[in-house]
């Protein structure tokens, strides 16, 4: 017996955009399901239960950020990628510290909004049933035995390294603000600058290039993402 299809809420007033994620989307195997403001959205969270919402800012009747903050506060779980025009940091700051699971700004590419909801249900997945072992290219780091090899080669790392690698491995694939990884490491609210000698710092040691990190992915003006896994 196949799987059920993973269905997905599109939170959008917008009918071109509906119609071109109702394409997109089924072509990947997903069930869309759509609202197109922000009560018809509360009331298809609660029939229809959805694996992942898709939510635009621009609503008509609600901002999709005080959407966004009701339904994290209220407990909601589901993996939620913002789908906006807004292109300010700030926005996405905002949205992401909300508990927004990553943010995707228009016009966009289809393929790019694809791989963005797979790192988000893999995400989730993740957080689930988390795995002691990280992998990733030359890269292990075992979370249990706080060893991490680079080419079977052991690297070294301070304690505050370590606490802040931990936490963008917990959370590979997603992006992650400033403020949440100082909160997260620190316990407070720090200069993001103190955050990015730290980053400089773990490139040193588990870069190849530390100019151009593939482990360590800069968000311009809003954190940092940690490659995905194997």
Not at 117 to 134: C, T, V
Not at 141 to 160: A, F, G, Q, Y
Request: proline share 5%.
């Amino acid at each position: 017996m196949s799987a059920p299809a993973v269905r997905i809420l599109v939170v959008d007033d917008e009918p071109p955009i509906r119609r071109l994620l109702r394409a997109g989307l089924g072509t990947q195997g997903y069930e869309m399901h759509e609202a197109e403001d922000g009560r018809t959205a509360g009331q298809a969270i609660e029939t229809l239960r959805p694996d992942l919402v898709i939510l635009d800012l621009g609503l008509p009747d609600i901002s999709g950020l005080e959407l966004l903050g009701r339904w994290r506060s209220g407990g909601m779980v589901v993996p939620i990628v913002i789908l906006s025009s807004r292109t300010d940091e700030a926005g996405i700051v905002q949205a992401l510290d909300l508990g927004a699971d990553d943010y995707v700004t228009k016009p966009f590419g289809m393929n790019e909004l694809i791989a963005r909801i797979r790192a988000a249900l893999r995400h989730r997945l993740q957080q689930q049933g988390e795995k002691p072992l990280f992998r990733a290219g030359d890269l292990s780091i075992d979370l249990v035995r706080r060893i991490i090899k680079l080419r079977d080669e052991e690297v070294k790392l301070s304690p505050k390294e370590y606490e802040l690698l931990r936490v963008l491995v917990q959370h590979a694939g997603k992006v992650l603000t400033h403020r949440f990884l100082l909160e997260r490491v620190w316990g407070a609210a720090q200069d993001p600058q103190y955050l990015r000698v730290y980053v400089r710092q773990l490139r040193q040691k588990i870069e190849t290039n530390p100019e151009q990190p593939d482990y360590i992915r800069t968000e311009t003006g809003v954190g940092y993402r940690f490659r995905e896994g194997d």
